[in-house]
């Protein structure tokens, strides 16, 4: 038995072998052109956090992180989210208050509880850094913060990381 495939003549000893190769081919590009089309996407967030004010942290940040992550689920996507913390922020990432800078600070040790809850709901799927310098600068121990906070070299290096890998800045002052 013979065949024709792109203008050329091909033996064919088998056609059921024939058939079934080409159908296979068929099926693969049917997968390759569906996998393409239903891919999810992946969005990247950065936010620059720098602000003492909690009402602005909790708005800005932890409101709109979940607003994010519900938003590009229900679009079939994924949202990576970073923050690096900075400037007058580093207080609320510290979870020994009463070995830090901040240990005389009453009204930051009595919100502790809720902050912790607002902290952990945003961490929960994001990476937190802080300012390594700033933390040396402020005699903050590494050992006093958020199991979930790491510290970065510095906050520029942070930021120009992140960036580097795709995330999309935000400011927050």
């Not at 922020?89 to 830090?100: K, V």
């Not at 901040?102 to 902050?115: C, F, G, H, M």
Request: proline share 3%; hydrophobic share 40%.
């Amino acid at each position: 038995m013979v065949h024709k495939l792109f203008g050329l003549t091909i033996p064919c000893y088998n056609s059921t072998i024939y058939h079934k190769r080409k159908q296979m081919k068929r099926t693969l590009w049917s997968i390759l052109v569906l996998f393409t089309l239903t891919h999810a996407q992946e969005y990247k967030v950065l936010f620059d956090l720098q602000t003492d004010d909690e009402r602005t942290i909790k708005a800005k940040v932890a409101d709109n992180i979940a607003k994010l992550r519900a938003y590009y689920r229900q679009q079939g996507d994924t949202l990576k989210v970073a923050v690096v913390v900075s400037g007058d922020a580093y207080q609320f990432f510290i979870e020994d208050l009463a070995h830090s800078p901040y240990k005389n600070d009453i009204q930051l040790r009595q919100s502790q509880s809720q902050r912790t809850k607002m902290l952990q709901a945003f961490a929960k799927d994001a990476t937190i850094e802080i300012c390594g310098m700033g933390m040396k600068h402020r005699h903050i121990d590494p050992k006093t913060l958020y199991p979930f906070v790491t510290p970065a070299f510095n906050r520029t290096e942070a930021l120009v990381r992140f960036q580097h890998e795709g995330y999309a800045y935000i400011p927050v002052e």
